[in-house]
């Protein structure tokens, strides 16, 4: 039997060492993915992503970027929206809009968001853009769009003998993909243009409603925003059919 010294050390030489964790590298958005769809022939891609859909003011925005499948380069530093800094995103968006084929930011107000829905309310966001996108003379072949609900594409028809939709809607194949945004850099770009355009309106609208703090929250639901909502009520650019001072409250 070995001395009890010598146990101690055979015990502790097989005790495994603690080993620092890998940094986590720094993932940026391609267009591998948007790439797969040139075999089955399309050329021109859409990327669409939507910004302000949970908010409890101001308008909800969708933007568009359109990239050439068959010879679009990369552009350096844009990620989703969310993950960058804003003197980083408006310094992107810019170059964004040099970047892309063809680019566009479509907007629904909170009045349209009560009167229609939020699903309802992103299809006319979208289609605005849409229709931007086609004015300029580009015609994208297929779109990816975040998420996993299409809510781009025009309402189905419930049967044959009903009428067709009110021209809402983008009448391209619509993809979509969970993340697209930190994937996929034509979405990622697509997310940037929207949420630049929408903390712009909010900046804006903060002027005529100082109080709520827009400037700083862009209209989400932070515990300021909604004290001041209990203490003053919504003003005119609050989605009023949404629970603006949390539930139960209202």
Same mark, same amino acid.
């Given at each position: 039997?070995?001395?009890?010294?010598?146990?101690?050390?055979?015990?502790?030489?097989?005790?495994?060492?603690?080993? /620092?964790? =890998?940094?986590? $590298?720094?993932?940026?958005?391609?267009?591998?993915?948007?790439?797969?769809?040139?075999?089955?022939?399309?050329?021109?891609?859409?990327?669409?992503?939507?910004?302000?859909?949970?908010?409890? /003011?101001?308008?909800?925005?969708?933007?568009?970027?359109?990239?050439?499948?068959?010879?679009?380069?990369?552009?350096?530093? $844009?990620?989703? #929206?969310? %993950?960058?800094?804003?003197?980083?995103?408006?310094?992107?968006? =810019?170059?964004?809009?040099?970047?892309?084929? +063809?680019?566009?930011?479509?907007? /629904?107000?909170?009045?349209?968001?009560?009167?229609?829905?939020?699903?309802?309310?992103?299809?006319? +966001?979208?289609?605005?853009?849409?229709?931007?996108? %086609? /004015?300029?003379?580009?015609? =994208?072949?297929?779109?990816?769009?975040?998420?996993?609900?299409?809510?781009?594409?025009?309402?189905?028809?419930?049967?044959?003998?009903?009428?067709? =939709?009110?021209?809402?809607?983008?009448?391209?194949?619509?993809?979509?993909?969970?993340?697209?945004?930190?994937?996929?850099?034509?979405?990622?770009? +697509? #997310?940037?243009?929207?949420?630049?355009?929408?903390?712009?309106?909010?900046?804006?609208?903060?002027?005529?409603?100082?109080?709520?703090?827009?400037?700083?929250?862009?209209?989400?639901?932070?515990?300021?925003?909604?004290? $001041?909502?209990?203490?003053?009520?919504?003003?005119?650019?609050?989605?009023?059919?949404?629970?603006?001072?949390?539930?139960?409250?209202?």
């Amino acid at each position: 039997m070995a001395p009890a010294a010598l146990r101690s050390k055979t015990k502790a030489a097989g005790k495994p060492t603690s080993k /620092a964790k =890998p940094k986590a $590298v720094l993932q940026f958005p391609t267009l591998d993915f948007e790439r797969s769809f040139l075999s089955s022939g399309a050329r021109l891609l859409a990327g669409v992503d939507e910004v302000g859909r949970g908010a409890l /003011a101001g308008p909800v925005s969708v933007g568009i970027a359109v990239v050439n499948l068959e010879d679009h380069e990369l552009l350096e530093g $844009v990620r989703d #929206s969310k %993950l960058l800094k804003p003197e980083d995103r408006d310094r992107l968006e =810019p170059l964004v809009r040099e970047w892309a084929l +063809a680019s566009a930011v479509g907007h /629904a107000s909170s009045e349209e968001i009560d009167r229609i829905g939020i699903i309802a309310a992103l299809r006319l +966001a979208g289609t605005r853009a849409w229709f931007e996108i %086609l /004015a300029g003379g580009v015609t =994208p072949d297929v779109v990816l769009l975040d998420g996993s609900h299409n809510w781009l594409s025009p309402e189905v028809q419930a049967s044959l003998f009903d009428p067709a =939709p009110g021209g809402l809607g983008c009448d391209a194949p619509v993809h979509t993909r969970v993340k697209a945004d930190m994937s996929c850099l034509s979405v990622a770009a +697509a #997310s940037v243009l929207a949420k630049v355009a929408r903390d712009r309106i909010m900046v804006d609208l903060h002027s005529e409603a100082p109080a709520y703090g827009w400037n700083v929250n862009k209209g989400y639901a932070t515990p300021s925003h909604r004290d $001041v909502i209990r203490l003053q009520g919504p003003s005119a650019y609050h989605r009023t059919s949404w629970h603006l001072t949390g539930p139960g409250d209202d």
